[in-house]
């Protein structure tokens, strides 16, 4: 059972492109959390879906971020017009159930230069 | 808002020694789970505590949790140098959407 893929893991856009990080879940799993590292700095929430639905999306900026999950095929952020500040490690993870256990991808680094 | 709140912030012991982790938290939780990162690294995922549970141990690590404090402690015996690395705790809050929230972290170095 492969662990949670994320791809890519190193993506550099320049400012006003958009950006599109991707999550395969481990298999089975149907809950999908996104997070945003800071360097030295804890994960901060962004987004948390369950198949074709958006659970909580309190932690994600109003504009030019989206995220989705859809039936078939990897979770989504997608993040439009990027700027500088929105360089970070993204981080997502997946469990079998909403109070379980999350088991994390490895990360996709975004530079904005 | 972090729901958790890790004290310290870092700590620096010698091999061999224990080294404790406390986390603070502030609303009713479903559970409290214990995860450990390695610089730049994805998070693994440690120990799961539930809110009617007091203790819970896995190898050398030990997690206790008072809900009447809102607090839970990480207790690492015998430490190595593999162990250094940044822990985090994370809550799931009842009456919640079920999103998992981090702290801080605490960074432990442990030196050989």
């Known amino acids: 059972n492969a662990g949670v893929m994320q791809n890519p893991r190193h993506l550099v856009r320049r400012r006003g492109q958009e950006a599109r990080l991707r999550c395969s879940p481990m298999?089975?799993?149907?809950?999908v959390y996104w997070y945003r590292q800071l360097p030295e700095e804890g994960l901060k929430f962004m987004v948390y879906l369950q198949k074709e639905n958006i659970i909580d999306e309190s932690g994600m900026p109003k504009e030019r971020f989206s995220a989705e999950f859809p039936k078939e095929g990897p979770s989504i952020l997608r993040i439009q017009q990027v700027v500088r500040g929105d360089s970070a490690a993204y981080f997502c993870?997946?469990?079998?159930?909403?109070?379980?256990?999350?088991?994390f991808g490895q990360g996709t680094r975004l530079t904005v230069v | 808002s972090q729901q958790g709140e890790e004290d310290p912030q870092a700590l620096s012991i010698q091999e061999g020694e224990n080294a404790t982790m406390n986390c603070s938290y502030k609303t009713s939780i479903n559970n409290l789970q214990w995860y450990r990162q390695n610089s730049g690294r994805g998070l693994v995922h440690l120990i799961l505590i539930r809110s009617n549970e007091r203790e819970k141990h896995s190898g050398r690590l030990r997690v206790t949790l008072d809900t009447s404090k809102k607090s839970s402690s990480l207790l690492i015996t015998a430490s190595r140098a593999a162990d250094t690395a940044s822990y985090f705790c994370a809550t799931v809050s009842n009456g919640n959407t079920g999103k998992l929230i981090f702290g801080q972290g605490t960074t432990l170095q442990v030196k050989p």
């Open positions: 993870a997946s469990s079998p159930a909403w109070n379980t256990e999350a088991f």
């Open positions: 298999k089975g799993h149907s809950h």
